[in-house]
């Protein structure tokens, strides 16, 4: 029985701007029509950082290394996961490149 889908995504770009990187992982969420709920986010010294959006469909997080220039990205829904296009657009419009992509079914 599927409960779920989990997207996992790899993406390329300047994740040392935590602030950019931050807010396009909220504006991915809104994109994909995900309720959010709240956030948390840790820094890393001397850099990077971990968040996490909790939705109301589950959740989505962000990791990053920021002297690789590399992100580990997911996004978790039990809701329709019609809104994994818009997640990933949101990323590809603020200046990322997606370089994998993996779904999987729960």
Do not use: Q
Not at 13 to 38: I, S
Not at 96 to 105: P, R, S
Request: proline residues 3%; hydrophobic residues 40%; glycine residues 4%.
């Amino acid at each position: 029985m599927k409960l779920a889908e989990h997207l996992f995504i790899t993406i390329i770009g300047d994740v040392a701007d935590e602030r950019k990187t931050f807010h396009t992982l909220l504006d991915a969420c809104h994109k994909a029509n995900a309720r959010v709920c709240g956030t948390s986010k840790h820094e890393f010294y001397p850099r990077g950082f971990s968040a996490i959006v909790l939705i109301s469909e589950s959740h989505a997080s962000v990791h990053t290394w920021p002297e690789s220039n590399v992100a580990l990205v997911d996004f978790f829904t039990c809701a329709n996961p019609t809104g994994f296009d818009n997640f990933i657009e949101a990323w590809e419009d603020a200046g990322y490149t997606i370089a994998t992509k993996e779904v999987l079914n729960r």
